[in-house]
């Protein structure tokens, strides 16, 4: 399937730079919809498709033009990781352990012993907090499994929001 970008987004992403048109190369791959490193790699892999006059380095001055115009003009950016919604509680010497959630999927004996190692509060932060690609949010994870791979723990599941497949890779120390 084919996306559509209105005109007006591309648009917006010119700017006119010693008297050249141009755009940005984290627009670019804004657009592309892949990374900037990878678009310049691309690029620089087949720098021979290119004109010579395809990219230019901007001076110190130009990049400060081109910052405050993106600043007051760019909507606000996603936080990257995750954040907990619900308040802490302090933990006090001689309180109760917490209660670990319930192994309901499937484990190989070692992953499980590593999972079972982890304190119930990590555990159930670590279920709660798995991002998913498909909706493109933080969510939980459902019909767990683990087992070790390359010497870390990989539990894999579903989202329980859209049914996407969801990971969690935890290291083991």
Partial sequence: MIAIVPVELIASKIYLIR????????????????????LNQAVSRNIERFPEDFMLSLTREEIMGISQIVISSEKPKKKIGFTVKEKQKVYVKGTKK?????????????????WEAIAGDIQIKILNNVWCVHCSKVSSIGNLTGKIESRMLVLRGTCIKCGGDVARVIENE
């Fill in 98 to 114: 917490k209660k670990k959630p319930p192994l309901d999927g499937s484990f190989t004996p070692k992953a499980k012993k590593i």
């Fill in 19 to 38: 008297g050249m048109k141009v755009m940005l190369d984290r627009d670019l791959a804004e657009l592309y919809g892949v990374g900037t490193r990878v």
